[in-house]
């Protein structure tokens, strides 16, 4: 009797919370035509090539043996692996031999990703790269999605100029201005995909992977005659047939060093952050590659470089990926790889002092967009007179269609969202699931939920929860502050 009247005050008490929110309405127009398909391996994890050799045990971190790796693979949604970074070209490390690349495409079959991989470029030998072009390709070629050529050759540091000798064959015509050094990286990189080519028929490669951002603000132009390496490459090379696609790389709050908790949260939850960001670089950068004919992937993305312990590693980095995600995956991206590298303990996953593996809650933006992106991008249009801080997506399959909900309120003057969603063709059941910590706490690094259930080493079990039926082609739904919500529809 007592335990029945704790849980029903407890209840109440809850009940009553969320009343005490204000709400506010918003409501979204889902178009009855779709785009784009969503590539299956749009969403992926980034890693260092040096993480491809094995440690001081002469063990593997990518192995088919690496049983907790993989199961944290498969049960967060990770679809795709790019092997790369600044280590690929560092003449410090090792470049991988066969013995490594066998384990990792050992890994990359059990954990059932596609493969973008790196081999050198600065100082680099074609020869040497175009071997292990074939060995891969003679081998592997069904979990490879294409070879990149090294990694942001955009940056000063890359180049040859007076007292700094790097790459006699990357060279900068106007010493200290980095964007002269475009027309000679241009000439070796295509030295080297020849010579791939020439042992591989038929290879598809992607690149630049320019490291520059520019002109989102507080970053350094590296841009050759006003225009980005990567559109710049795109427009030479999109007659080749090799490129598969090209690739850029992304920190919207640039370095992390002496941003605190609650800057970060404001940053990574800001709508300036899509407006002053995503839309300067895609309209610099993504768009005029689109004009070209090709896409583009993000193959190194981060909220901070290096990360804010309590804010990378929270339930707010959730929030954030999953949004980061969505946004360019309607802007017609081919894919996003959040960058990871295995000692910094803000990335994605990370392995504890006890060498065991564990995830960070960005990790639920995995899984949330692996459930609501099997299908066609659908544009939507949204009412919002009160100007509240909510995004939404949606993505139509056959049947369904799939709309995902941000509330990115937070703080003394947060408000529910009573968000109206309507379409000409919805009809019968609407479900929902969502994506929570606890109390709405932004700062959460456990208790998180998706679907009532947390990610767990042996998978998930989260559930969808019916709602009232959509009537007269449109549902009401409440998605709470400092949480998101995705809404599966049936259509007719």
Request: proline share 6%; hydrophobic share 35%.
């Amino acid at each position: 009797m007592n335990l029945r009247l704790t849980s029903l005050l407890a209840a109440c008490a809850a009940l009553c919370s969320q009343h005490a929110i204000a709400q506010s309405h918003v409501t979204v127009e889902i178009a009855d035509h779709a785009g784009t398909e969503i590539p299956s391996d749009f969403a992926g994890l980034s890693f260092e090539s040096s993480n491809l050799n094995p440690d001081k045990e002469g063990q593997h971190l990518f192995s088919p043996q690496n049983k907790p790796f993989i199961d944290l693979f498969r049960a967060i949604g990770i679809r795709n692996l790019r092997v790369g970074g600044g280590t690929a070209d560092g003449p410090e490390f090792k470049i991988p031999g066969p013995a490594d690349i066998d384990q990792l495409f050992g890994f990359a079959k059990a954990a059932d990703v596609k493969v973008i991989y790196t081999v050198r470029l600065l100082n680099g030998d074609t020869q040497q790269d175009a071997a292990i072009a074939k060995y891969i390709h003679d081998r592997y070629a069904s979990q490879l999605a294409c070879y990149q050529i090294g990694n942001e050759p955009d940056w000063h540091s890359f180049h040859t100029s007076p007292g700094h000798e790097r790459d006699p064959r990357i060279v900068e015509t106007t010493p200290n201005i980095p964007g002269t050094a475009y027309p000679s990286f241009l000439k070796d990189w295509r030295q080297f995909a020849s010579t791939i080519e020439a042992a591989v028929p038929g290879a598809k490669f992607t690149g630049p992977d320019t490291g520059s951002n520019y002109p989102v603000p507080g970053t350094k132009d590296t841009d050759f005659d006003g225009e980005s390496w990567t559109q710049r490459f795109a427009a030479d090379e999109k007659s080749s047939g090799r490129l598969l696609f090209v690739t850029h790389h992304d920190y919207p709050g640039q370095s992390a060093s002496g941003v605190s908790v609650d800057t970060a949260i404001e940053s990574m939850l800001s709508p300036a952050w899509l407006q002053d960001r995503y839309e300067v670089l895609f309209h610099h950068v993504q768009q005029p590659v689109q004009e070209q004919g090709l896409t583009y992937r993000m193959t190194e993305a981060n909220d901070y470089t290096g990360g804010v312990d309590g804010a990378s590693n929270a339930f707010v980095s959730a929030l954030w990926a999953l949004d980061y995600l969505h946004w360019h995956a309607a802007h017609g991206a081919a894919g996003v790889n959040f960058h990871n590298k295995s000692w910094i303990f803000t990335d994605t996953i990370y392995r504890a002092s006890d060498e065991t593996f564990h995830f960070n809650p960005k990790a639920y933006a995995f899984k949330a967009f692996d459930i609501a992106s099997n299908g066609r991008i659908n544009p939507v249009s949204m009412s919002n007179p009160d100007k509240m801080n909510v995004t939404a997506y949606a993505v139509r399959s056959d049947r369904e269609i799939y709309v995902t909900l941000i509330n990115k309120e937070h703080g003394a003057t947060r408000r529910t969202a009573s968000v109206t969603l309507q379409a000409g063709d919805l009809r019968g059941p609407v479900e929902a699931m969502p994506l929570e910590a606890p109390n709405g706490d932004l700062t959460a690094r456990e208790g998180i939920r998706l679907g009532g259930a947390p990610i767990e080493q042996s998978g998930w079990n989260g559930r969808w929860t019916r709602l009232s039926s959509a009537k007269n082609g449109h549902t009401t739904v409440a998605v709470p502050p400092s949480s998101a919500l995705i809404v599966k529809l049936a259509t007719k």
